[in-house]
T-cell receptor, first 114, second 113 residues
Framework: DAGVIQSPRHEVTEMGQEVTLRCKPI?????LFWYRQTMMRGLELLIY????????DSGMPEDRFSAKMPNASFSTLKIQPSEPRDSAVYFC????????????FGPGTRLTVT | KNQVEQSPQSLIILEGKNCTLQ??????????LRWYKQDTGRGPVSLTI?????NTKSNGRYTATLDADTKQSSLHITASQLSDSASYIC????????????FGAGTRLFVKA
């Protein structure tokens, strides 16, 4: 199994631009999580999906952030417009529903907004 | 006050030595506690997952303990190796009708030759 796949691995963009991060969960997993990690705040859960439906988006920082999961094998996290304070590493993780806590993380996308 | 506190923030040990990392939490109702290892530039990898009834769980040279009464957990690393250099993150999952994860800030471990 290839594990959780994220793209791009690195993204540098200018303030105000739209950024789209992509994630392919492990085949057969039906829960998907988006996290953000910074030195100041550590790991934070942004949103999680179960069976493609957003269950808890209370961690999404503001309306500039949106996430979608159109099917079981793909999810996106979009930031529009991006700001320098959005600079962070964004991780996607997936798990089997019956083992909610056994999450497998992707390699992350390092986002830099200048 | 952090809901999941880890100590120390960082630690330097010599290769071959043992070490213990601490995690204290205040959140409830408790569902499970996880320890993750995160190498630099990579995503976290699960080491152990412990539920309320489990006191000890091992994964190779890693042994986690849990005292749900005092809300304390520890991760003991035996005979450390250079590859153990990483951040170790304690995560507590609570069940308030839905699952919520609370992350500790992590302990940064450096193993020196």
């Amino acid at each position: 199994d290839a594990g959780v796949i994220q793209s791009p691995r690195h993204e540098v963009t200018e303030m105000g631009q739209e950024v789209t991060l992509r994630c392919k969960p492990i085949s057969g997993h039906n829960s998907l999580f988006w996290y953000r990690q910074t030195m100041m705040r550590g790991l934070e859960l942004l949103i999680y999906f179960n069976n493609n439906v957003p269950i808890d988006d209370s961690g999404m920082p503001e309306d500039r952030f949106s996430a979608k999961m159109p099917n079981a094998s793909f999810s996106t996290l979009k930031i529009q417009p991006s700001e320098p304070r959005d600079s962070a590493v964004y991780f996607c993780a997936s798990s089997l529903d019956r083992k909610f806590y056994e999450q497998y993380f992707g390699p992350g996308t390092r986002l830099t907004v200048t | 006050k952090n809901q999941v506190e880890q100590s120390p923030q960082s630690l330097i040990i010599l290769e071959g030595k043992n070490c213990t990392l601490q995690c204290n939490y205040t959140v409830s109702p408790f569902s499970n506690l996880r320890w993750y290892k995160q190498d630099t530039g990579r995503g976290p990898v699960s080491l152990t997952i412990m539920t309320f009834s489990e006191n000890t769980k091992s994964n190779g040279r890693y042994t986690a303990t849990l005292d749900a009464d005092t809300k304390q957990s520890s991760l003991h690393i035996t005979a450390s190796q250079l590859s153990d250099s990483a951040s170790y993150i304690c995560v507590v999952v609570i069940n308030t009708g839905g699952f919520k994860t609370i992350f500790g800030a992590g302990t940064r471990l450096f193993v020196k030759a």
